[in-house]
Structures are given as structure tokens and as C-alpha cells.
């Protein structure tokens, strides 16, 4: 059973390089739609954490307790990131298309009307 | 026959596995061109003309004529498909153009694979679900909501202004008819106490409300599941694409909507995922509310002395009568495509987030209430509260909205706006031609 | 190399390409496209970790509802606006690769060795399972979930509020 012991960096190893790929692309980019995909991957990027923590290292000091209730607080985070999640891409987008509609023009570099 | 069975118990869980993957898509791919001579027949026949009754007829040399009403003729037109020019337009989206009626095809297989043909228990357990998994209404949910990719692609690549509306319809269309589907199902999920598809054939199994022994409790025949029923068929409808909601592809409108650019065995390849997807659909609306594999709403241990031969009957033709309410179900689809004229697009969001939802939610909170009276008090004064409340709703919105019914035209065309952007750009392009 | 270990690498390698998809492609739409990749890519990495019940959810929500939200949105401004999305690669490009490798190297030297020579804890019988979860998010985790539905309801509203131009 040496192979499941990479199991846990190798899950740690994709969340992290899908949270920088999404760091990256929100400097890089200036297109905001693809800004917001970018925040999406780092939220799941997140949730993938989240899980394989939750599935590897639960609660060390319970470790051998078969009732799967005391084992739920990373899955929790999950659903509660999702739903944040969703809330964050109806009010984004919305704006995104307030702006398009107030300026015909959505790159963020433009967007400087609060500047001082 | 039985031998058959016997050596494939026998067999490892892969084997078993593939052969019941076989045994659910090649029927469904089989069955596709037979639907589509189905729908042309019976359609003709309820517009009063003939159809396609020609393909196939031989003539003998007596000159007596072999009839087959015209059952060759989608293989005729498959063939005529397969062999006509595949037209490329130069200005497409290349890779999503291509890839496109491949993704229209996939879901439609895929929710195929949660339906159930046939009982858990003796040989005909090779007809069960091959994904009979916990969680197989969200598998439908999920499976269904990915419909919409295949059409929005066509629509974006074609680099047609038509192909991108119809796009945008059915985008906005399938989002919209998702919800109030997801909420008319979560009530029979609740009700039923699982999300497994053979749980709830099981439970459609029971007394009918819970006291009538001698039937069924088929969710469409008792009130909690007889609103929900007709608002999954509503959606179902909604979901592919068919009259009255075919608004993405309205060719009044759109000429083709999103497969207007596609031709050749590309645009076949969306056509067969519609019928398939239609007969899937039909499939999962028998599982939910028809029974599932059951012939007739009848409790086979009450039947006294025709008990045995009931259950002959019903137990060996399981899949044939499934097959029968899947048949059932594209009779209605090609029925209301030949009744209903086409929505409006004001009218199918109106229908969709203003009726349907509403009485989704409403029907799910009723339905929580149901059990909780029915656990505390049996199951008549659990009906009692289930239709009371649903009286006292009812009561409420027509009290609430009775002034405002006629007026609310003005209100419902300010909710299109967001999508009927192309005629102005339409008109600034005219205008910009015109200079 | 067990089954295991070549399931989640095919996974992770999909997983991460689609990813870099997301950022490189010039084009929104297949950026769209590559997340939608890498969303169903990741439900299955669920799947592989026993959260089943999540692993349906991130379809559902993510590839079913997200994401063609965001592709309608991408449509909506190319029916309006055709060219207001494209952008040309830049030098910056370059230089937040190069920052991004530098940072992946910099958390993963940190925090990759502690996990390797650990033990994994077994598989709990159940633990993804739609009724446990059910249990938990109604029983202990309620107050949060009501959290979640009101802060829906104010999303709701407030995408209702910027989407419309008269109340």
C-alpha cells in the first residue's frame, strides 16, 4: 500500500496548482468574465482541498470511529462554498453586464471611473 | 431462456455491467429511426394527410403491392443523410463546431442508463438500471442540466446571428425549465424517503394513499404527485426542445435556430439526440410517476385467484410495459407538438418562473407537511391537510392577484429585454449599412 | 502503480490542462468550455474521494447551472458587442507564469513533505452518502445552511436589482 501515500499530496499537489493557475489568471487576464472563471477555479481548487483533507485526515483524535457523522465538517465546507459560489456568479455577473450596458466596453483595464 | 440468464449470473460484474450497457443503448439507438417514422405517421394522420407511406412497397410481378406503410422510410432518409455534401461554413468556430452535435448526443445515452426495464429480483434482474446508483435523481438532474451545452455550442460556432438567438433561447430556456423541474421532483423525493430510481419504483408499489389496498400508489394517481407529474411533463417538453417550446429552433423565426448551419450527418447526429433524448425523458417520467415496470396499477398479493397469473404476466413482460409507457410518453410529445401552437417568449418565461415554479414549491412544502400529519395522525388526515393546504394556497393567490390579472401585460413584456438585444444591433447595423 | 493511482493521475492530469486551458485560451468561450472540462473533471476526482453525493452536486451546480450562465453571458455580449472580449497575449503573460511556478514551488516544498510518510486514514462506511450529509447539514450545520439560503435570497435579488433597468 505504498501507492496511497502519494494519494493525499498528489490531491494537494492539483488543488494548489488549480488555485495558482487561478491567481495567475486573474492578474494576467483582463477580460472580467475570464477573471471570474479564474475565481471559480480557486474556489474549487479550495474545495478539492477541503475534501481530500476530509477524506484522509479527518479528526486524528477520532480516527477510529466508524460513525460517519463526527466526519462531516469538510463536506459542510463544501456545500457552503458551493452556495457561496452561486450567489457570487449572479450578483458578478450581473454587473458584468450592468457595466457592458453603462460603458459597451468590458475590459478592466478601462475600468478606472473611481479613480481620484 | 432461462440457461441464458443462469450463464450470465455466472459471469464477472464487468461482463454483466457491459451487457446491460448494450442492452440500454442499442435499443435506444435502434428505436430512433423507428420514432421518427412514428412521429410522421401519426402526426400526418392527426393533420388529416397520409405521410410517408411509399418507402418500402414491393411490387410483385402479379402486380399485387406489398405494404409496408412506409416503415423503410427513415432508413431512407438515413441514408440520403449520410451521403448528402457535409457543408462547412468557412467563418465557424472550427473545434466547438465539431464537437458540438457529439456533446447534443451524449446526455440523452447517459440518462439512459438510470432507467429502470425491468424487477430487482430473479433472472429479469438484468434489466435493472446499470447505474443504479443513491443519488439518481440528481444524476438525472445533472445529466439533463448538460443538455443544454450541445445546442448553446452549435449555436455560438455557426457565427450565424440566427444559430447564436437560438443558442441564447435555449440557454435561457433550459435554465429556467431546470428549477421548476428540480423542485417538482424534490416533493416526490421526499415522499418516497430515497433519490434511488428503483426505490422509487418500489415505493410506487405500496397501498394507493396509503388505505387502498387492491392498487397501486403510482405517483400520478395520488394528489401529491399529480401536479408534480404534469409540471415534470411540462418541463420534460421544455427540456428537449419540442413543440410548443421549440423557440430555439422556431424557423418562423430562426430559420433553423442552432442547427441551422449544420447539415449532413452532423445535423443528423442532433436530430437522433433529440428523439433519444425523448424517449429517455418518457422513460424517466414512466420510473417517476407511471410505475415504473409495473403493467396496471394493481397490488399483485390482493388479486386472490388471479394472483399467480398477474404475476406471470407482469413479472415476465416487466420491460415490455415499460416500453409501453416510454411509447406512451412520445405519443403525448408528437400529440402536443400537433395541438399547441408555439410560445411566445414572454409566455414560456412567464409559464416557466411564474407558474411552474411557484407551484413546484408550493406542492414541496405541502408535501412536508403531508408526512409529518400522516406520521402523527394516519394517512387520512394526512390527505385531509395535503388538499386543505393546497386549497388554502390556491385560495391565496387568487385573493392576492385578483385585480391585477388583466394589467400584468404591461409588466410582462419588460422581462424579455435582456435577451431581444439582436434587433437593435440588427437596426444599428442597417443604419451603419445605410451611411 | 495500482488502479487507484492511474485513475486519479489520468483525473488530475485532465484536471490540471484543463485548467491551464482556462487561463491561456484567448478566446472566452473556450476558456468557458476548458472550466467546464475541469469542473466535470473534478466531480469525478470527488467520486474518487467517496464524496459521491458532493461529486453530483459540482455537476449539478457548477457544469448545469454556473457554467451555462457564464456561457450565456459570453453570448449575450457577443450578440451586442462582437470583439469587445478578445485581448492579445502580452508580456505579462510570461511573467505571471513565471511568478505562478515560482509560488507552486514555494507552498508545494512547504507543505508536500510532512504529508508523505504519514499514514492515510481507511475509508468511513458511508460518509458521502446523500443521507449522512442530509443528517448533518440539518441537524448540526442548520444555522449555517439558513446563513446559505438567506445569502442566496440577497443574491437573488441582487442580480434581479443590476439585471433590470426599470423596477
Redesign the interface.
Known sequence: ME????????????G???F??????V?????P??I???I??ML?AV??TF??F?????SPAL?DV?D??I??SG??M???V??????????G??????I?RLR????VDEMNLLRG | MGNVFEWLASQPEWFRALVRVILIVVPILTLVPGLIWYERRLLSWMQDRIGPNRTGTITLKSGKKIRTFGLLQPIADGVKLFFKEDITPTAI?GF?YFIAPAVALFPAFALGLTLPWGPLDGPLRLFQPVAD???GV??I???S??G??GV??A??SSNN?YS??G??RA??Q??SY?LAMGMAVASIVLATGS?KMTDMVAAQMEPLWGFVTVFQNWNLLNPLGFLVAIIFAICIVAETNRAPFDLPEAENELIAGYHTEYSSMKFAVFFMGEYAAMFVFSGIFAALFLGGYNMLPLREEVLGGATGFYHTLNYWGAPLWFLGKCAFGVTVFIWLRATLPRLRYDQLMNLGWRSLLPMAVANFMLVAFWIVATASYGALVGWVCFLGGWAIVAGAYFALTAGKRKTSAAFQT?TV???S??PR?VHEEAEVAAK | ??T??MF??AL?GM??IS??G??AFR???????C??V??FT?AF??FT??????G???????????M??????????????PG??Q?KPEI??FL??L??LG??GA??SQ??FP???????P????????M??G???FT??AW?FEM??I??L???V??I??????I
Open positions: 501507492g496511497s501515500n502519494l494519494l493525499l499530496p498528489g490531491y494537494l499537489s492539483v494548489l496548482f488549480m495558482i493557475v487561478g491567481v495567475v489568471g492578474i494576467v487576464r483582463r477580460n468574465i475570464v471570474f472563471m479564474c471559480e477555479l474549487n474545495n478539492l475534501l481530500t476530509a477524506r484522509f485526515r479527518p480516527h466508524a460517519p457523522q466526519y462531516m463536506q459542510m463544501v456545500v457552503f458551493m452556495a457561496v459560489a452561486a450567489a457570487e456568479v449572479a450578483v455577473l450581473g454587473i458584468i453586464m450592468a457592458f459597451q466596453n468590458v475590459d | 468556430d466547438i446508483v443513491n443519488f440528481l444524476y438532474m445533472a445529466i442540466s448538460l443544454v451545452y448553446v455550442l449555436g455560438y446571428k447564436l438567438m443558442g441564447l440557454s435561457a433550459l435554465i431546470e433519490l419588460r429585454q435582456m435577451v438585444v439582436a444591433i | 502503480m495500482n487507484e493511482m486519479f493521475g488530475a484536471a490540471m485548467a491551464i482556462v487561463v478566446d472566452a468561450i473556450r476558456s468557458a468550455l472550466l467546464v475541469n469542473f473534478l476526482l470527488y474521494l467517496n464524496a459521491e453525493l458532493l453530483i452536486t459540482q455537476i449539478v451546480v457548477y457544469t448545469g447551472a454556473i451555462v450562465l457564464f456561457l450565456f453571458v459570453i453570448m449575450l455580449l457577443k450578440v451586442s458587442g469587445s472580449l485581448e505579462k503573460w505571471g507564469g511568478c505562478g509560488l507552486f507552498i508545494a507543505i508536500m504529508f508523505l510518510k504519514s499514514e492515510n486514514a475509508p468511513v462506511e458511508g460518509w458521502g452518502s446523500p449522512n450529509i443528517k448533518a447539514l448540526q450545520y449555517p446559505a439560503s445569502l442566496l440577497i443574491g437573488i441582487g442580480s436589482l443590476l439585471a433590470k433597468r426599470r
